[in-house]
C-alpha cells in the first residue's frame, strides 16, 4: 500500500488531496497544511511519495526544510512556475534529487498518473528541459499577459498593457535555462 502525505493550503473542492483520495486506489494519505505537522509526520513514517504545493511561501519552506531532512525523499512538486527553485535548473533537480514537477492549473490526469507511475516516468520538464523550446507552450499556460508564438519564435504580450512582474518571470526562465533573447518593447524574440 502506498503511503503519501500532502501539503495543499486549498480547501476547496479539487485540490490535490481530494483528487489523489478520488482517483487513487490502496493508498494510504495523509493531508496538512501545517509545517510542524508535515515535518513531523515524515520523521514518524517513511512515505512512499510527498506531494507538495510550493505557490505559497509556507510551501516552499516544507519543501526546503524536507529536502534538508532528507534531500533523496521522492518529491511531487506543485508550482505555477519552472523556477519554483531558483538554485536549480529542471534537468538538475531532477537528475540530483528524486522531484518530479507539474504545473499549474493541475490536470488531474497528469497528477494521477505521475502518482501511480512516479518511480517509471521522467519529469517532463526535466527531460525536455534541454530543450526548453519544446515544453514552452506548456510552460506559458501559467502567464497571463504573455504568450509563446512558436512560428515566430518569441513571446508575445497578449494584453492591452504589458505585466513587469510576468515579464521579470519570463526572462528568469530563459536565463536559467541559457536561451537567447531580445526584449522588444513589450515582445521577447528568442534567438536559437
Known amino acids: 500500500m502506498m503511503k503519501i502525505l500532502v501539503f495543499d493550503l486549498e480547501i476547496n473542492e479539487n485540490d490535490i488531496y481530494d483528487i489523489v483520495e478520488k482517483y487513487i486506489r490502496n493508498t494510504v494519505i495523509h493531508k496538512t497544511n501545517r509545517t510542524d505537522i508535515f515535518l513531523e509526520k515524515i520523521k514518524q513514517i517513511n512515505y512512499d511519495l510527498l506531494v507538495i504545493d510550493v505557490t505559497t511561501s509556507l510551501g ?36 540530483e534529487y528524486k522531484r518530479k514537477l507539474l504545473l499549474k492549473p493541475l490536470s488531474a490526469n497528469d497528477l494521477v498518473n505521475y502518482i501511480e507511475n512516479y518511480h517509471t516516468l521522467p519529469c517532463k520538464y526535466s527531460v525536455a528541459s534541454t530543450n526548453i523550446i519544446e515544453i514552452l507552450e506548456d510552460v506559458m499556460k ?51
Open 60 to 95: 516552499d519552506n516544507i519543501f526546503k526544510e524536507a529536502t534538508k531532512l532528507n534531500k533523496n525523499y521522492n518529491f511531487l512538486v506543485i508550482s505555477t512556475t519552472l523556477t519554483y527553485n531558483s538554485e536549480l535548473s529542471c534537468k538538475e533537480c531532477s537528475f
Open 142 to 192: 501559467q502567464f497571463t499577459y504573455y504568450a509563446y508564438i512558436k512560428d515566430l519564435s518569441k513571446i508575445t504580450l497578449i494584453q492591452e498593457k504589458s505585466n513587469i512582474k510576468e515579464l521579470i518571470s519570463i526572462i528568469e526562465l530563459l536565463n536559467i535555462h541559457k536561451i537567447n533573447y531580445i526584449v522588444d518593447n513589450d515582445d521577447i524574440k528568442l534567438i536559437y
